[in-house]
């Protein structure tokens, strides 16, 4: 089976996975940056429960 479109349906698809993929590579940047923020606030905590615990105290951090 073979599906025939005209020449401006194909610039519009054209257009539509050009936006697709831009937005892809966003979503990924976004979610790294993300990723890079958990594990800094994972190093804080855990700095953070090491200076605690020498003086006694316990804190208690989820992420």
Known sequence: ???EISASQAVALKTVQTRQSAA???MQSALKKD???VAMLVK???Q???VTANRGN????SV
């Open 44 to 46: 804080a905590g855990d």
């Open 1 to 3: 089976m073979t599906l």
């Open 24 to 26: 892809r590579v966003g």
């Open 58 to 61: 316990r804190v208690n951090i």
């Open 48 to 50: 953070l429960q090491a």
């Open 35 to 37: 990723q890079e923020v």
